[in-house]
């Protein structure tokens, strides 16, 4: 990952990088572990699939997180939350896009439930961070949930009002963990989908709190 060049202020329309008109690169078909399409839109996810955007550090390690839970049918990384059309990694590291790195993932909530995706989200990150993960500086490595229903802001908004106490009981601060309506989200450039599987010991972010879900929540 890139660690010189991070700024922790999001940018203004003004001062956003203006980016592309159309995604300029190719990406593989298949998701290399999944045998899912790696490209879902709307249009071609299964019928009765729902669609889960999280934002949690790098999005390298989140997305393994993600492609191993039973139930999930198909995940990608992207750049989601920001002002720049179709942006390259690089401009999203310099700070210059309001840009996160993001999972986008399509799953069957027959088999596994969204408030499940967002305890794990919760879980396996420090969602109290702000504009960092770990010793990942910058904008894009805010914690966020795009949410894509109504009833998925609600269950993201109920999740995270019972697990910070849980946190600011355990000496961390409040969670700054931004939920919004889902943005445009951009796929990332081909060598980051399924990075782990292509470098098995690639960069994985260390930043989970270990601290655990309450089972009652």
């Known amino acids: 990952m890139l660690f010189n060049r991070h700024k922790s202020t999001l940018p203004t329309e003004e001062q956003a990088l203006k980016g592309r008109t159309e995604q300029w690169f190719t990406l593989a078909e298949e998701h290399l572990v999944l045998h899912t399409p790696l490209v879902t839109p709307d249009s071609e996810i299964p019928e009765g699939h729902e669609v889960a955007v999280f934002g949690l550090g790098c999005f390298w390690g989140a997305e393994e997180a993600f492609w191993q839970v039973p ?12 002002l720049t059309p179709h942006p390259s990694y690089e401009q999203v590291c310099s700070g210059q896009t309001g840009h996160t790195e993001a999972v986008r993932v399509v799953y069957d909530p027959a088999k596994v439930s969204y408030a499940d995706l967002v305890k794990l989200f919760f879980t396996i990150h420090d969602p109290t961070q702000g504009m960092r993960q770990g010793n990942d500086h910058g904008t894009q490595y805010r914690s966020a949930i795009y949410t894509t229903t109504p009833e998925q802001a609600e269950v993201a908004a109920r999740l995270r009002a019972a697990y910070e106490p849980v946190l600011t009981q355990r000496g961390y601060g409040p969670i700054t963990t931004e939920i919004k309506p889902a943005p445009t989200y951009y796929y990332a450039e081909d060598y980051h989908q399924q990075y782990l599987v292509k470098n ?13 879900f309450p089972s009652d929540a």
């Open 200 to 212: 098995p010991h690639g960069y994985r972010c260390h930043s989970a709190t270990g601290i655990p």
């Open 71 to 82: 139930g999930v049918w198909s995940t990608s990384v992207g750049y989601a939350g920001g």
